[in-house]
């Protein structure tokens, strides 16, 4: 089982609407979250971290984190139509450690 | 920005032969990453090193080989190419400390092995 698990596989929404995406770990000691949008043909870029409970907002963006929970979601106000990528979750034992585990990704589809 | 590249940009190769891909990072990290990305999967780690002349084994190793000759450059050799092998592959390169996480990805390079 993987240990970072991103729901729902795809999404579409309209441009101006909002999108969410979901993230779960299911390792107890992965509790720093990060998340990464890659576009077509492209290496993935990171959008923000998140660490402690709460909200975290940039720009557009608000990551969300419930640490009792290990749940972690990314919001998207206004999207766009070159918001359209793979987003990625990813999670990490600690900070300024070697290793980050990546979920499989939600493909979002952002229509005009 | 941070800057890593990746060569070649795509590459078809034969079922055992030899393969080898090259990344290089401007960025003056001491971490660098070999990921692959499957359908499905999502990001992957291979291997990774954290300074040159040291590679360690990441999650998916076997078929694999890794060498980092300086702090710039990192390879990733597949001494004898399968099938299954198949795939993108992402380099990516980070610097140390606390708080200091973020990966910065290059373009990746786009392997089919027949």
């Known amino acids: 089982q993987q240990k970072v698990q991103q729901s729902p596989e795809s999404l579409s929404v309209p441009e101006g609407g909002m999108a969410s995406l979901n993230c779960t770990s299911s390792d107890r000691n992965f509790q720093y979250f990060w998340w990464y949008r890659q576009h077509s043909g492209e290496g993935p870029k990171a959008l923000m971290s998140i660490f402690s409970d709460g909200d975290k907002k940039e720009g557009r963006f608000t990551a969300h984190l419930n640490k009792a929970s290990l749940h972690v979601s990314l919001h998207i106000r206004d999207s766009q139509p070159s918001d359209s990528a793979l987003y990625f979750c990813?999670?990490?034992?600690?900070?300024?450690?070697?290793?980050?585990?990546f979920g499989s990704g939600t493909r979002l589809l952002v229509s005009p | 920005e941070a800057a890593v590249t990746q060569s070649p940009r795509s590459k078809v190769a034969v079922t055992g032969g030899k393969v080898t891909l090259s990344c290089h990072q401007t960025?003056?990290?001491?971490?660098m990453y070999w990921y692959r990305q499957d359908t499905g999967h999502g990001l992957r780690l291979i291997h990774y090193s954290y300074v040159a002349d040291s590679t360690e084994k990441g999650d998916i190793p076997d078929g694999y080989k890794a060498s980092r000759p300086s702090q710039e450059n990192f390879s990733l050799i597949l001494e004898l190419a399968s099938l299954s092998q198949t795939a993108v592959y992402f380099c990516a390169s980070r610097p140390t400390g606390f708080n200091q996480d973020t990966q910065y990805f290059g373009p990746g390079t786009r392997l089919l092995v027949l």
């Open positions: 960025n003056n990290h001491d971490y």
């Open positions: 990813a999670a990490s034992e600690q900070t300024g450690g070697y290793k980050v585990v």
